[in-house]
């Protein structure tokens, strides 16, 4: 039995370290994409007016698995990101306020959620696949993306998510 | 009892039970001997499907019985019992486009227009066959394909990027249906998979099924309306041949 804890918990490290270690450099040329969405109460998010901060832009649905799976970890990241200036943009894809609120309800997401119920901005980001993740620096531009489930809160992803901001 | 009670009882029920082709045909090949469940039927109309399900297809059976009723003769050959591979993605590799031609040039001996259908990444087995048969061929015996929520990236989506496809996309004249459900992320990138399909010369038209994830058909965990949607299915292919069969007029 111990030998069996043993390899589980070896195999949830080493996932876990894999997880992380996706965090790729971003190659794609252009400018980053616009995104300019309501929340959920109506209020306008430009992302322009984040610059200053380590923005990390998340598309998700609520049907995704992986990415209700990871949300507590995100809200525990928030947390362990301490003093450092940092803004979650979690852009919902293509759903309605009534759906996105009842899961809201039930994960208690503790970051903005953002409606892109027209998929304008799915787009113009170049997305396919949820959870699709883009991590940009205090200037605005994208520095890293994920695709898939991860614990954010781990700290291999916390110190590179903190380095960017000391640059 | 209410309306949606009595719904997913009706729909479980005709879910529930195996339905039995009324022919097993062994379709000889230069590789391997294929097992072809067919539900015959007179219209001139065959429907020629790649369902990779060992042979546990209960949706796809009750939609092509459905069918056969109706008129359109359905052919569902097992390529993965034929070839003797696991229900993993990598086997579609193994299975030979020489196994997938000897079953068209079968299904289009009968004089019969012949449509391709599949879900998933077998959707990859359509696109090949086709384009390989067309490269052999002049007539019009195969009249176009209908992929259901195709899964044809080549490696995962990179977010920011166009998404690279099999190299199977791209390279038949065949007119396509594509139909993907709406909650699946896969929904938003029908536009960029329909431009790679076109640009060897297909008209491609796009569909979104309202309420239903992807595989929606082959779920466990399925839901009120994928149930409902799944007991339509026939419909909603006789739908996507029709706009198949007009576009044949029109071209």
């Known amino acids: ?167 | 009892m209410n309306l949606k009670t009595v719904l997913i009882c009706l729909a479980i029920f005709a879910l529930g039970s195996p339905v039995q082709a009324k022919e097993v045909r062994t379709i000889e090949t230069d590789d391997v001997d294929l097992d072809v469940r067919i539900f015959p039927a007179k219209g001139n109309v065959l429907l020629l499907g790649f369902p990779c399900d060992e042979g546990r297809s209960i949706a796809e059976e009750k939609t092509a019985a459905a069918l056969a009723e109706d008129g359109v003769e359905v052919w569902m050959p097992d390529m993965l019992s034929a070839f003797m591979l696991p229900k993993v993605r990598s086997s579609l590799a193994n299975i030979s486009t020489d196994a997938l031609l000897a079953l068209i040039d079968e299904a289009t001996s009968t004089g019969k227009r012949v449509y391709l259908i599949a879900s998933g990444p077998d959707t990859e087995l359509v696109l090949r066959g086709a384009s390989q048969w067309e490269q052999g061929h002049k007539n019009t015996a195969l009249a176009g394909a209908i992929l259901m929520f195709p899964r044809l990236f080549k490696a995962e989506p990179e977010p920011g990027k166009i998404p690279e496809y099999v190299d199977a996309v791209g390279k038949t004249r065949l007119p396509i249906m594509l139909l993907e459900g709406e909650r699946t992320p896969n929904r938003w990138g029908i536009n960029t998979l329909s431009e790679e399909l076109q640009k060897s010369g297909s008209t491609v038209k796009a569909e979104v099924i309202p309420m239903v994830r992807g595989y929606f058909f082959k779920r466990q965990d399925a839901n009120w309306s994928e149930d409902v949607v799944t007991s339509q299915m026939a419909g909603l292919i006789k739908v996507s041949l029709f706009y198949l069969e007009e576009k044949e007029i029109n071209d």
Request: proline share 6%; net charge neutral.
């Open chain 1, 1 to 167: 039995m111990i030998k069996r804890l043993f390899v589980f918990a070896m195999l949830v490290s080493v996932t876990g370290l894999l997880q992380a270690s996706n965090l790729k450099p971003y190659t794609a040329k252009g400018p980053t994409p616009p995104l300019v969405l309501q929340d959920l109460q109506g209020n306008l998010h430009d992302l322009k007016d984040y610059k200053g901060q380590v923005v990390l832009v998340q598309f998700w649905a609520t049907y995704c698995t992986p990415c209700r799976k990871e949300m507590p970890s995100m809200n525990k990241m928030m947390k362990k990101m301490g003093n450092v200036p940092f803004k979650i943009l979690a852009v919902d894809m293509g759903e309605t306020r009534a759906e996105v609120t009842q899961f809201v309800n039930e994960v208690k997401p503790e970051f903005t959620i953002l409606m892109d119920e027209s998929g304008k901005s799915i787009a113009d980001w170049r997305v396919f696949a949820a959870p699709s993740n883009f991590i940009l620096d205090p200037e605005g531009n994208i520095r890293y993306t994920l695709f898939g489930g991860v614990e954010w809160d781990s700290d291999e992803l916390v110190d590179k998510l903190k380095a960017l901001a000391t640059r």
